[in-house]
């Protein structure tokens, strides 16, 4: 007999999971529409994780992803549930897990324990302590849906100690030089990790665009104590005419001043230029090693990868590890398996 069924983990606008009497949609992506009786699941605040927050769904996010998001976008969320890392909700009979994700402030891992299966969606990782940050940890689960970014064996990344002291000491030496030192970053995560780096191992002022100290500003509202000038008010126009001061600006932010002298801190700059930029390779995201080890312990019976070097990183899965690895299947759509099967 011909029976209808869906795929239990599938891509289709976003990350979607059939267990037991739900179907929940993770970090959907722009277009997808979900209406108010809908539950999504949003990982953190960087914005190609966040479009879920646009939509009617009920929108489950740590309160911080939430809050860097409302203060980044400058709209207020309806329906959101906020939970917090280390809590969890019940579907029904499916319990969903908040666990850290160690990639900024308020990022998460879900995991799902169904009756069929349990899962562990990632997000995006980063398996190091940061100055803002703990270490993702992985938990054993039936399916594991993770990343890939840096998943090349190319990218394995220094210690982060080594990298966040080449960052003080080439600042200090632009600072010598009449140079400002000037950082292009994302809004959130990294800039407030530099701002910390900044803030503990130097007396150097720090003034921030306007953008990254509305995140600056969630940070502190939840215990940090990030020092910093916004690049907008009297006194951060005074530092940075002043000299003597370290600059982060965004990618997108166009005014940098004449005498800047412009990095980027990206993972990236493992292997690739960026001219007229000093690059250093501080990533949010597990490098290669960390991925692997992640898995490992993770201990799946198959690896789901949804972004990266998804082939490279599988092939690596297979052979070192003996776990069944590949990307997701695309669109949750119904189809026939027995009609599959019989051909
Ligand atoms: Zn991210």
Known sequence: MTTLQEDPIAANKGIVIN???SRLIFDPTPGR??????????????????????????????????HIYESLSNRRVKNGRPVKIGEKI????VEVRVLDAGHMLGSCQFHLIGP?????YTGDINCVDTL???????????????????????YVFPPRDTIYADIIRWTMTEIQEDRLPTFQVYSSGKPQDIVRLFNVYTNIPVVCAPAISRANQVHNENGYQLDYLDS??????????????????????????????????TGWALR?????????????????????QFISAANPKAVYIFTGYIDILSAQIERKLGIKAGPLPVHAQTKLLDFQKAR
């Open 272 to 292: 690739e230029a960026f001219r007229s930029f000093t690059a250093f390779p501080l990533s949010s995201h597990a490098d290669y090693n960390q991925l692997l």
């Open 116 to 120: 069929e299966f349990t899962a562990l």
């Open 90 to 93: 019940q579907f029904d009979d």
């Open 232 to 265: 907008s008010t009297p006194a951060g126009k005074r530092a940075l005419k002043e000299r003597g001061c370290v600059y982060i600006t965004t990618n997108r932010h166009d005014h940098v001043p004449r005498n800047a002298a412009r990095a980027v801190a």
């Open 19 to 21: 267990t037991g009497s």
């Open 132 to 154: 803002t940050t703990k270490p993702a940890l992985p938990v054993h689960c039936d399916f594991l849906i993770i990343e890939a970014t840096y998943g090349h064996p190319s």
């Open 33 to 66: 529409r979900l209406g108010e009786d809908r539950d999504v699941f949003i990982t953190h605040a960087h914005s190609d994780h966040t479009s879920g927050f646009a939509t009617s769904a009920r929108k489950h996010s740590t309160p911080e992803t939430l």
